[in-house]
Structures are given as structure tokens and as C-alpha cells.
């Protein structure tokens, strides 16, 4: 029997006076891989920083691993890849290996120093990941889809059981793209991470998740990729004039 690592119970959050999430309820099971899609403004990054405790919703419930998030001190056991991640200054004076291993702050609290335990963790994750070769590379130095798998290696690092990965996609090429969803399929094998992931690609995102919620302030569809085509929900949260692009088409 699949447990519930997430349940939001009428999340409700507002910006100044505008209401950006309108009591959005859904459950995400163990080892489940979501993709949460939406037009722009839509509320999809807002409902990710709620999730990982970056945000406090002005209403409703998130429980964590059945805890409350504002009671769970099990902050470690969720991995948060921001939107945007790899836009910082190219000339950053880090190594790989570095980034990944601020992954552990954490839990290591900022006076206490890596030990053999943490550099094995690292070594692990970024073999994981296809980068321990590239360890003693500063950040810079490295492609679009290289800085990707770097942060999420510092995501993976303190062995959370969910992951949340915001627009992980963006700016990277096509072959970068299909080798992120190759590595997601082989951490979700190997590892049984629970996947959550915010994208605007609502074709690709179909082809590659279990599930998907539509969202647009309010949740306008949670469920299988082939419900969410035949139910025309797609119009429903976006507007009639759209359709569904899938992989490869042009």
C-alpha cells in the first residue's frame, strides 16, 4: 500500500490583495512523479514554495510525511530545485563538488565541517548524477545541462524523499532535456523518489509524469496524462485557444 508523502487541504495564498491560490486540495502518494502545469501566473511556483516551506499559506492545511509542515522539523527529507537556479554569476569561484556539498548545511549546521560520511554522500550523488568527473570543475566552466545536474545533485545530496524541481528545463537544449527525464526516471528506480515538478511544456511533461495538475489559481484537474487529454482540461484552465504540442512535434 502507497502512503501519502503530500497533502495540501485547501491551500489558499494571497499576494497584497490578489488571491493567487483559490483552496487547492490534492494528495501525492510515495513514489509518485506529478507534473503541475498552468499558464503563466498561474500560481504553480507559489504552490512549490508553500510545499517546501518557503511560503505560509494564508489558509489550509500541508501535511509532510503525515506531519504538519509548520510542526515537522523533516525539513531535510524535501529537495528543492529553485526556478531559475543555473542564472547566477558565470565567474562564481565554486567547484562541483562544492555546490553539492552545501547541499548538506542542513544538516551539518554552518560550524560544523564535512567528515568522511558527507564527502562519500557527495561522491555518491554526483556519480548518481553523471558528474564525477567533473567534480573539481568550477560551475561556470560547465554546459546548461551540466549547471542542471549540479543543483540537482545539491538537492539529492541529504537523501530527501521528495523532490520538488520548479521550470528545471528552461534553457537548456533538446539533448540536455531528454537526458534530465532519463535521470529522473533512474533516481525515481533507484532511489523511490517521490517527483513533483512545475513546467510550462505541457506535452513533454504528459509523456514523462504518472500524474498531472492543472492549475490556474484554482485546481482545475488532478489525474492521469490520458484524463487530463480527454477531459479537455486544458482549455478549461488555459483558454480555448491552445492545444497540447507533444514530444517532437513542430
Known sequence: MRLPVLDLDKITFYYGDRMVLDRVSLTV?????????????????????????????AAGSVRVFGVERENSRRETRIGYVAQNVTSFNQGFPATVEEIVLAGLTASLGLL?????????????????????????????????????????????????????????????DADAKDKFYELLATLRRERGLTLLMVSHDVGVVAEQVQNIA??????????????????????????????ILHHGDH
Do not use: W
Open 214 to 243: 492543472c492549475l490556474n489559481g484554482k485546481l482545475y484537474f488532478h489525474g492521469p496524462p490520458a484524463e487530463f487529454r480527454a477531459e479537455d482540461m486544458l482549455c478549461q484552465a488555459y483558454g480555448s485557444a491552445v492545444r
Open 112 to 172: 560544523r565541517r564535512p567528515g568522511r560520511r558527507e564527502r562519500l554522500l557527495v561522491e555518491e550523488t554526483l556519480e548518481s548524477v553523471g558528474l564525477a568527473d567533473l567534480r573539481e570543475r568550477l560551475i561556470g566552466e560547465l554546459s546548461g545541462g551540466q549547471q542542471q545536474r549540479t543543483f540537482i545533485a545539491r538537492a539529492l545530496v541529504a537523501e530527501p524523499a521528495l523532490l520538488l524541481l520548479d521550470e528545471p528545463t528552461v534553457g537548456v
Open 29 to 57: 502518494f510515495s513514489g509518485d512523479f506529478l507534473g503541475i502545469v498552468g499558464p503563466n501566473g498561474s500560481g504553480k511556483s507559489t504552490l512549490l514554495k508553500i510545499i517546501a516551506g518557503l511560503l505560509r499559506p
